[in-house]
T-cell receptor, first 115, second 114 residues
């Protein structure tokens, strides 16, 4: 158990809908990262928050947004969903704002299926 | 558990043999590299890391080798066990000023035959 909690584990929805994925980082970790893992793209970095502020942005679509709350949990919002958004979405956390030690702890992921 | 289902290169080894998983990275400016293991239905788990000022690092049953000349990284697993069956990802940290994000490779699936 990495200590990172993601909900829901599975989500099935229709095209055009909006969903919210939630992540609670490990106790004491200030950074939260979101990754998308799809069949043909592997693990793609989406966005990082550190202590409530956006730190880095990767290949995140404009239809997607995220935030980190004062209690450090984070939410990833996916809107106007398309079939191609079906993927595993992972949250990871770390103590610092920069990956220095490899100690990026991943949750077990949220599997999104868009029908 | 559910599998990742990626179309991945697969390495099949006999239990007890040594495994070598290779990875080519893309950015010569990357200064830090990590290997992760992802078991079916779980998130990636840190195995071992190496900084660009090193060419070899050893852990428990695992060794990472870094060849910066050809931008190649390898993970060696000694005496491979059935519990080592998983997808293995290398990741590079692309240095951008004071920041850096991990870029993951596509992964290699390791299957261990008993």
């Amino acid at each position: 158990d990495s200590g990172v909690t993601q909900t829901p584990k599975h989500l099935i929805t229709a095209t055009g809908q909006r969903v919210t994925l939630r992540c609670s980082p490990r106790s004491g970790d200030l950074s939260v990262y979101w990754y998308q893992q799809s069949l043909d793209q592997g693990l793609q970095f989406l966005i990082q928050y550190y202590n409530g502020e956006e730190r880095a942005k990767g290949n995140i679509l404009e239809r997607f947004s995220a935030q980190q709350f004062p209690d450090l949990h984070s939410e990833l919002n996916l809107s106007s969903l398309e079939l191609g958004d079906s993927a595993l979405y992972f949250c990871a956390s770390s103590v610092s704002g920069t990956v220095n030690t490899g100690e990026l702890f991943f949750g077990e992921g949220s599997r999104l299926t868009v029908l | 558990g559910e599998s990742v289902g990626l179309h991945l290169p697969t390495l099949s080894v006999q239990e007890g043999d040594n495994s070598i998983i290779n990875c080519a990275y893309s950015n010569s400016a990357s200064d830090y590299f990590i290997w992760y293991k992802q078991e079916s239905g779980k998130g990636p788990q840190f195995i071992i890391d190496i900084r660009s000022n090193m060419d070899k690092r050893q852990g428990q049953r695992v060794t990472v080798l870094l060849n910066k000349t050809v931008k190649h990284l390898s993970l060696q697993i000694a005496a491979t066990q059935p519990g080592d069956s998983a997808v293995y990802f290398c990741a590079e940290r692309e240095r951008r000023g004071s920041q850096g994000n991990l870029i993951f490779g596509k992964g290699t699936k390791l299957s261990v035959k008993p």
